[in-house]
């Protein structure tokens, strides 16, 4: 759970809303720290094979009446796979850590 100024968030029911989008193939979302709000959604995707990419702009707009505003996501972050373990679990604690140092919130 991803706590965003006060608001509760499940990075599951953000997933499975992404996961609409026809160019979408793979999602995974995790927290980063945030000044403002304590913490800030990032969602790493992995888009459909032949798919050009697609802009932050469009996922936000593509969210924007059908999800509650707080629970879209900050950042988006466009992956060709996701850091796993040798058995193929995602690990969601690393992607905080690129993330965070990708972004240099290191600080917060």
Known sequence: MVIRGGEN???KEVEEF???HPSIAEVQVTG?????FGEEL????KLQPGVEEISDETLREFCKGKITHFKIPRYFKFVDSFPMTVTGKIQKFKMREISVKE????DV
């Open 18 to 20: 992404l996961y609409t």
């Open 32 to 36: 980063i720290p945030d000044k403002k």
């Open 42 to 45: 990032i969602a790493w995707i």
């Open 9 to 11: 968030i499940y990075p």
């Open 103 to 106: 972004l240099g919130l290191e």
